[in-house]
């Protein structure tokens, strides 16, 4: 009986996996009510799950649909980041694994709320599709070696179900629950390793290192216990990782990256995941020779080129910038050092001016958003550009009294943050 189940849970005792199956099993079928599956999550939620009822958790969600098909025998890999402020670094990463001689099947989500979504900044690219159908997306992987995708209906149906629920029941900051939704989609990308960035900080989803380090550990034994080596590194989201934040000016800074410029702390947390990746992936025998490749494939313009071949496959049309709303330059009002940017706070912004969503079927305008030009410990001067916003027409006063209380300036010395805080294993 799925009552006895639930009480099972309820009383924080341990469920079997043919138990935790035949509740994913009865859910995906519509025999397990959503309010049921609604008391699950809370029970476990509140509870806790132990590692093997997540592999079971894991393994449910994987089997309750298709996997991606294996045409090469390329090593396959992918990098899942748990979502952060000007979080750009799938764009780059998935053509440089490729240039590399990995395959990546990323499969990315859209943003919602203040978290940007990797598949929105894509489609600021005219014409650039996200939905490919199996035989396009096996094509795209054979010829390119890298493609990024939404994850279909087809893909880990239960994870998908219970994602809606848990949104509407509080339900989503569970550490197994995240474990398991997020393992499941990768699983059925069959990879052959994984990196997991755990951001953390101010603006994401965890905010203390302890928080973030619970879930890496989870991620990793869950990923590796279930036959995906799975690797973490824990990265500052305390400010917004690189200059832009918003849509196609987070696709015009890639573009920088790929052409062997950007900002230092986006070329430098896509080395330091591709690397670890390379080696998982048997594509170097060490981060030291992983890095030295790397470094050529971005500077002599390998990475750039597997970027324009991905695109042109999923039906993009790539200029060399992507148009931007008006630009309209902010000052910083004294000079000083900056102490604080507060990511949410400018992500919050450029969400309200449409560059983000505040219901799942709104829709994005990507020429939108904001520049921030320095980073927590860069000295400024009275008059000098701390930011840049884009929005057509004459700018509204409110966003730039908000970005100058978001971006905090002092007199005194402030030490800039490192960018990687933690590595795993
Ligand atoms: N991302 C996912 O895919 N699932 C979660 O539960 C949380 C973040």
Redesign the pocket.
């Known amino acids: 009986m799925i009552t006895d189940l639930l009480a099972t849970k309820r009383d924080a005792a341990e469920l079997s996996g043919e138990e935790i199956r035949s509740l994913i099993e009865g859910f995906v079928r519509g025999d397990v009510a959503d309010y049921q599956m609604s008391a699950f999550a809370m029970a476990v939620r509140i509870n806790g799950m132990t590692d093997a009822e997540t592999s079971a958790l894991t393994a449910a969600m994987v089997d309750s649909g298709d996997c991606f098909d294996r045409l090469t025998d390329r090593p396959r890999l992918d990098k ?1 980041s ?2 952060g402020v000007g979080d750009k670094i799938s764009l780059i990463l998935a053509p440089l694994l490729a240039a590399a001689g990995a395959e990546v099947p990323m499969i990315s ?1 859209r943003g919602l709320g203040h978290t940007g979504g990797t598949l929105d900044k894509l489609e600021s690219i005219p014409g650039f599709q996200i939905d490919l159908s199996a035989a396009r997306r096996n094509e795209v992987l054979k010829q390119v070696g890298a493609c990024i995708v939404g994850a279909d209906a087809s893909i880990a149906p239960g ?1 998908r179900r219970l ?1 809606a629920l ?1 949104d509407v029941t509080a339900t ?1 900051d569970s550490i197994p ?2 474990t398991a ?2 393992l499941s ?1 990768k699983l059925a990308a069959t990879l052959d390793a994984l990196l997991i960035d755990v951001k953390v900080g101010r603006g994401a ?1 965890m905010t203390s290192v302890e928080q973030a380090e619970s879930l890496a550990r989870s991620l990793i034994r869950v990923g590796t216990d279930s036959g995906l080596p799975t690797a973490a590194i824990l990265s500052d989201m305390n400010q917004p990782l690189g200059r832009s934040i918003g849509n196609a000016n987070e696709v015009n800074e890639s573009l920088d990256v790929l052409d062997g410029g950007g900002p230092d702390e986006v070329r430098e947390l896509t080395l330091a995941s591709a690397e670890i990746l390379l080696v998982q992936g048997g594509l170097a025998t060490d981060v030291d020779q992983a890095r030295s490749v790397l470094t050529r494939l971005l500077d002599d313009g390998s990475a750039m080129e597997k970027f324009q071949q991905m695109v042109h496959a999923q039906g993009g049309r790539l200029p060399e910038r992507l148009a931007l709303a008006d630009a309209h330059v902010i000052t910083a009002p004294e000079s000083g050092t900056i102490a604080q940017i507060d990511a949410i706070e400018l992500a919050r912004i450029v969400a309200v001016m449409g560059g983000g969503r505040q219901k799942v079927d709104d829709v994005i305008d990507a020429t939108v958003g904001l520049d921030v030009h320095g980073r927590v410990g860069s000295r400024v001067e009275t008059g000098q550009p701390i930011a840049t916003l884009y929005q057509d027409g004459e700018p509204d006063v409110r966003y730039i009294q908000r970005v100058h209380e978001a971006i905090v300036i002092r007199q005194q010395q402030v030490e800039k943050r490192p960018l990687l805080i933690r590595r795993y294993p």
């Open positions: 899942h748990t979502g989500g994870d994602y848990r989503i629950l995240i939704s997020i989609k989803f």
